[in-house]
C-alpha cells in the first residue's frame, strides 16, 4: 500500500480505537453508577487507546521510510557477483542509478547486461516484497495496539496520568528539535570538512592567500591549479562587513536614541515602524538594489571624480548592507537605551547637565555593554549575510583592504561552489562546507558572546 | 569671594552658549539619522516601481493570421503528433510578410518575423486545438511583441528619447507604420501573472514561482507551528530548571541567530544526500525552512504563553484540571492569537528567504507549473534572483514587477499580523 494510503488507514483505525474504548469506559461505568466511578474521565481512555494504536505503528513506518533504501541497496550489492562490485564511492552511485532505471524502465532492456538486469528485477522484487511487509506489519502493530487498549479499559486504569505522560514526551521531544537541528548542522559540516581536510591540509586552508577553486578535470589542463587558502574570502568578508558597520552602527544608534530620549510619543509611533520596514524587506530585494541601482551610480559617481570604481565594488555591496543592518542595530540599541533606569537620567539633568552630556555620559556609557552586544549580533548578521553579496559583490577573490575594487566573501564562495552540478567527492565542494564551518563557528561565538554580554547587562536593571 | 562667585557663573554663563550648541547639534545628528534611515525606505521604494510598474502591461501587435493548413502541414486535426509538430510561427511569418510586402532580403525578413514574441505560435496552437473549425479561415488577433519591441515602444515618450539599443530603424519604421495604423498597442500583462518562467521575457511570469511558493509556505507552517508551539508548551509549562532544560533554549537562541545560509549546507547534507529527498522540490524547501523558522516561532509563542496570568492557571488547577487540561482548555486558547502573530510573522520571512533554497537547487530553470509538493519547483524571491541574472533589459523590469509582487505579499502577512495583535491580544 503507499505510505499517504497506509497513514489514512492508520488515522482511521486509531479514530475506531477511541471511539471503542471510550464506549467501553462508559458501558462499564455504567452498572457502579455514572462515568464518575472511573478513575479517568473516558475521553482519556479512548486516547489511551488510540496512542497505543497510532503512536508504535507510526513510529515504525517512519523508521522505515528512513532506512528502507540503504537496507535495499546493500542487499542488492551483496547479491552482485564480484566482477561487478562497485570500486568507488562514484562508481556505487552509477551502478546503483542504472539498476534504478532499468528496474523504472526508463532505460530500455535491450542489450543490457544481464547481471544488471537480474539485479533490476531483483530490486522491484525487493521493493514490492518491502512494502508489503511494512504494510502488514504496521497494520497488524496498529490492530494489536487497538486490541490492548480496548481490553485494558478498567474503572482501576490510571489512563490520565498515561496519556498524560506520552503528552508531556511528545512536547519534550518537540523541544529537542533545536538541538538535533544545532547537531544536524555541526555533523554534516563537521563531516564534509574533515573529508575536505584530507585532501587541503588544514594550514593551507586557514592561511593560504590565493583562492581559485577550479580543480582540473583533466591533467593537462591549464589555468585550475584548486588553491585553497581562504585568506582572501575572510579580508572581502571582513571589509564588507566593516563598511556595514560603518553605515548601520552610527546611524542604527543615533535613531534609537533620538526616538528614546528626545522624540514625541507621536513622532515615535510614526518613525519607528517606518524605520523597521527595512526589516522586513527580503534580502534578494536588497541585493537587487545594490546591483542594479546603488553600483552604476557609485561607478558613475567615481568617474566624475576620475577614480576608477569598480561594478562590482566592496562599497556599493556593504552600504546597502549596512541600511539593511540599520534596524536591527536600532531595535536592539532601544531595547537597551529603555533599559536604563529612569533615576539615572533624572540625577543627571537634577545636577544641570544638558540632555546631550546626560545621553553622552551617563545613558550611553551605562548602555554600553547591551550595545555592544547588539553590536557583535549586527557583526554576525553581516558576515552571514548572502544574498546581498551574491548580486552584488564578484567572485574574483582578491586580497585588498580598497572598497572601491571587487572583492568576494565567504557566503559568496559557498553559493558558487554549491549552485549548479556538484559531483560530491571533489575538494572543490567539500570545500563549500569547510567555509561553511568556518562561518557557522565565527557567528556562534559571536551570537555566544553577544546573547551571553545582553543577558548579563539586563540582569544588572532588572 | 563674591568675585570668584561672579566669575563662576561668569564662566557657567559663557560655556552655556557652547553648551546649548553642542545639544542642538546632537539633536540634528539624531535627526539626521532617522531622515536618513527614511530617505532610504522612500528610495527603495520609488526605484523599485519607477522601474517594474511597466511590467505589468505589454506591447501587442494586431495581425490577421489565416490558419493555412499548407503552411501548417496539418491534414488531420485529430493527430497529435501533426499538431504539435505544426509550424505554427510560420503562419505569423505569412501574416507579418504580408502586413510589409515590400520587405526583402533574408535578413530584413528575419527582422520583420522576430517583431513578434517567439511564443506566439504556441498562443495559436491552443486556439486552433480549443476551435478546430479555425483551420482554413482568417482572424485579426493581437499578439504579445518581442521583448526588444517591447522596451521600445515604452520608452517611446521618455525624456531622453526611446532606448534603440536593440531595435534598429528598419524595425522602428515598421513599428511607427504600425502605430500610425493603430495596430499596435499597451494592453495588461496578463502572461506575467498566468505563466511560469521562461527565456524570453515576454513570455515570462510568476505563477509558478508563486505555487512553488505556496507549496513550500504549506509545508513550512503545518510543520513549524505545531512544533513550535509544543516545544514553547514544554519550555514554558513543563520544563524542569535543569541543565538539559538550559541546553535547549541556549540551543533555540543560536538557531536564531545562525545565517540562513547555513540550513541550507544543513538541507543538502542531511535530507539530500543521507535521506535522498529529490532536490528543488517544495518538499524538501519547506523542510529546510521549518527548521530555519522554528527559533522565530518558538520564541514569540513562549512570549505570549507567559502572557497568560498565572491566576487563569491557578484557577483551572483549583477546579481540578489536570496539567494538560490546564494547557489545552485555558493557557493554549489565551495565547493563541500571539502564536498565530508569531507564526505569520515567522512565515514572512521564509517567503522571503533565498539563501538556504539556492543550497538545495530551488534555483533550476523550471517552466511548468508545479502541482505539487514532490514536483520540481522555485520560488518568489529565487525567480527574483534568476531574473536578476537574466542580461535581457527587459527582465530588469520583470525583476522589479516580482519584487512588488513580493513586497505586496509580505506587506498583506504584516498587516494581517498586526490587526491581528491588535483585535485579538488581551491585555490583561
Known sequence: MQTANLLVVLLALSAAAYLMAHGRSVALARPLGGIRHLHSLPFFYGMRASIWCALPAIVLLALWLMFDEPVISMVLLDGLPASHQPSSAADYNLLLNSIENLASGALSKDGADPVLLSAAEKLSNLRNTGQLLVTAVVLSLGTLGLGWGWVKVSPQLRARQQVERVFKSLLLACACVAILTTLGILLSVLFESLRFFQAIPVTDFLFGTEWSPQMAIRPDQIGSSGSFGAIPLFVGTLLISMIAMIVAVPVGLMSALYLAEYASPRFRGLAKPALEILAGIPTVVYGFFAALTVAPFLREAGEGMGLTVSSESALAAGLVMGVMIIPFVSSLADDVINAVPQSMRDGSLGLGATKSETIKQVIFPAALPGIVGGVLLAVSRAIGETMIVVMAAGLAAQMTVNPLETVTTVTVQIVTLLVGDQEFDSPKTLAAFALGLMLFLVTLVLNFIALRVVKKYREQYD | ?428
Open chain 2, 1 to 428: 569671594m563674591t568675585e570668584s562667585k561672579q566669575s563662576h557663573t561668569a564662566i557657567i554663563q559663557r560655556s552655556l552658549a557652547r553648551r546649548y550648541r553642542a545639544e542642538k547639534r546632537f539633536r540634528a545628528y539624531g535627526l539626521m539619522a532617522i531622515t536618513f534611515g527614511l530617505l532610504c525606505v522612500a528610495l527603495l521604494f520609488t526605484d523599485i516601481i519607477s522601474k517594474g510598474y511597466k511590467a505589468f502591461l505589454q506591447t501587442s501587435i494586431q495581425l490577421n493570421i489565416t490558419y493555412d493548413a499548407d503552411v501548417l502541414g496539418i491534414s488531420d486535426l485529430n493527430n497529435k503528433q501533426q499538431v504539435a509538430l505544426a509550424d505554427f510561427q510560420g503562419l505569423v511569418k505569412k501574416s507579418l510578410q504580408a502586413r510589409f510586402p515590400d520587405v526583402t532580403g533574408r535578413k530584413e525578413k528575419r527582422d520583420l518575423v522576430s517583431l513578434v514574441s517567439s511564443g506566439a505560435g504556441y498562443d495559436l496552437r491552443d486556439r486552433l486545438i480549443a476551435n478546430p473549425q479555425l483551420l482554413g479561415n482568417t482572424e485579426t488577433l493581437w499578439l504579445s511583441a518581442d521583448d526588444d519591441i517591447d522596451t521600445y515602444y515604452k520608452s517611446m515618450g521618455d525624456e531622453n528619447g526611446a532606448f534603440t539599443g536593440r531595435t534598429s530603424e528598419m524595425r522602428q519604421g515598421w513599428i511607427e507604420t504600425l502605430k500610425q495604423d493603430g495596430d499596435i498597442k499597451l494592453g495588461l500583462n496578463r502572461v506575467f501573472f498566468t505563466h511560469g518562467d521562461s527565456r524570453e521575457p515576454e513570455q515570462a511570469g510568476i505563477w509558478g514561482a508563486a505555487m512553488g511558493s505556496l507549496f513550500t509556505l504549506i509545508i513550512t507552517l503545518s510543520l513549524s507551528f505545531p512544533i513550535g508551539v509544543a516545544a514553547a508548551v514544554y519550555l514554558e509549562e513543563f520544563a524542569p530548571r535543569n541543565r538539559w532544560t538550559d541546553l535547549i533554549e541556549v540551543n533555540i537562541n543560536n538557531l536564531a541567530a545562525v545565517p540562513s545560509i547555513i540550513f541550507g549546507l544543513l538541507g543538502l547534507a542531511i535530507f539530500i544526500n543521507f535521506f535522498h529527498v529529490p532536490r528543488s522540490v517544495p518538499l524538501v524547501g519547506g523542510l529546510v525552512l521549518t527548521l530555519m523558522t522554528l527559533p522565530t516561532i518558538i520564541i514569540s509563542s513562549r512570549a505570549s504563553i507567559k502572557a497568560v496570568p498565572p491566576s487563569i492557571r491557578e484557577a483551572a488547577i483549583g477546579v481540578g484540571a489536570s496539567p494538560m487540561q490546564v494547557v489545552l482548555h485555558h493557557v493554549l486558547p489565551l495565547a493563541m492569537p500571539g502564536m498565530l502573530t508569531g507564526a505569520i510573522i515567522g512565515m514572512a520571512q521564509a517567503l522571503g528567504e533565498t539563501a538556504p533554497l539556492l543550497m538545495i537547487g530551488m534555483v533550476a530553470f523550471i517552466v511548468d507549473i508545479p502541482g505539487g509538493f514532490t514536483e520540481p519547483a522555485t520560488v518568489l524571491p529565487v525567480q527574483i534572483f534568476l531574473w536578476a541574472d537574466s542580461p535581457e533589459r527587459a527582465f530588469v523590469e520583470k525583476t522589479s514587477a516580482a519584487i512588488m509582487v513580493l513586497l505586496a505579499f509580505l506587506i498583506m502577512m504584516n498587516t494581517l499580523a498586526v490587526v491581528l495583535r491588535k483585535r485579538l491580544e488581551r491585555r490583561w
